[in-house]
């Protein structure tokens, strides 16, 4: 359910895209020697899989006569090859092949189009957006290692939502909300903490769970602006791992993957599937809101609101786009 859309101006479009890792595909949606063009941060890029199954990424436009490298172009090899006069480049952006001339001249060689970092960590691809096109400030997150083997994959999820992709992070911290929106008790004792380029919020409280309340803990680490792994420690143990992409600065990509111990009992994991389906329940009942609320610079916040104004300082930094990163502090 994505709820009616106004046609109000909203304010959010007068908002730049913020730099940073972002998902752009799952790893599964982009085979071996397929091209795909992207759609997002307001612009395009070609991604494709070479025969070695590494992804690349560039600019969408051949510098030979300008045709657009995700229309009728294919891969050779580990190389992109373009559809209209079949040159081919490597994923540094260099010319590899001419067929109808010898002549490649070194700078040609080494890049004549412009290269996206993308990066697969855990099932996702990755790109490095920065409108400078600035070197990748901090790495790709991972989730956190999971206890007794490796991670249990027990669903993907995707959403396109029209709102800024600031304000859905933001959400975790409207703690008023909780309870308005989803009926959990609220607000939790919870503790937000800014390290650099990563966000932590620790809760320690009484989770309404499909065998009723119960002392639970959520970790939630979100590590730039497009990245956020959550692990959830009840009656179950669940990690949810998060990536909001801007399509534009009014449209977002929200994608989740949700993943549990290995080693569940039947009952285990059918608690386990209740307690994701509760999650999921949640972004479906903000959804309607994200999809009709304004961009609210000055937000008339009380005691009682979270740390909205905390994860806005540092949210911040990500539209700073010639800034070298947060200072390091001597100790
Ligand atoms: S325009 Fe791409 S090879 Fe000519
Ligand atoms: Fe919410």
Redesign the pocket.
């Known amino acids: 359910m994505t709820g009616t859309t106004t046609s109000l101006d909203r304010g959010y479009s007068q908002l730049p895209v913020p730099y940073g890792w972002f998902a752009v595909a799952m790893s599964n949606e982009i085979g071996n020697g397929e091209v795909k063009t992207m759609r997002y941060f307001d612009t395009e890029f070609v991604v494709w899989r070479g025969g070695d199954g590494q992804l690349r990424a560039v600019d969408p436009f ?1 510098p ?4 657009h490298l995700g229309i009728n172009s294919d891969v050779t090899g580990n190389d992109l090859r ?1 559809g ?4 081919r480049f490597n994923g540094e952006g260099g010319v590899t092949k001419i067929p109808y001339s010898d002549t490649i001249t070194a700078s040609m060689k080494r890049n004549c189009l412009k290269t996206w970092p993308i990066e697969e960590v855990e099932g996702v691809a990755y790109v490095w957006y920065h409108p400078n096109k600035t070197a990748p400030k901090w790495d790709v997150a991972r989730m956190p290692e999971c206890p007794g083997g490796d991670w249990v994959l027990a669903g993907s999820y995707e959403w396109t939502v029209n709102i800024n992709c600031s304000e859905i992070p933001e959400n975790g911290q409207d703690y008023a909300h909780f309870g308005a929106v989803h009926g959990v008790p609220g607000p939790p004792a919870t503790d937000f903490k800014v390290d650099g380029w990563v966000r932590r919020n620790t809760v320690v409280a009484e989770m309404k769970t499909p065998k009723g309340l119960m002392e639970g803990k959520i970790d939630a680490t979100a590590t730039g602006p497009g990245q956020s792994i959550t692990e959830f420690v009840d009656v179950t143990h669940v990690v949810m791992n998060q990536q909001v992409t801007p399509i534009t600065s009014e449209q977002t990509h929200l994608r989740w993957q949700m993943y549990h111990i290995p080693g569940l009992s039947d009952g285990k994991v059918r608690v386990t599937q209740a307690r994701i389906r509760d999650l999921v329940k949640q972004v479906n009942q903000d959804i309607p809101i994200w999809n009709n609320k304004k961009c609210e610079t000055r937000p008339l916040l009380v005691k009682g609101d979270g740390p909205i104004l905390a994860y806005r300082q540092q949210y911040a930094k990500y539209y700073d786009f010639e800034d070298d990163g947060p200072k390091v502090v001597a100790a």
């Open positions: 051949c030979h006569m300008g045709a373009c209209y006069h079949h040159w």
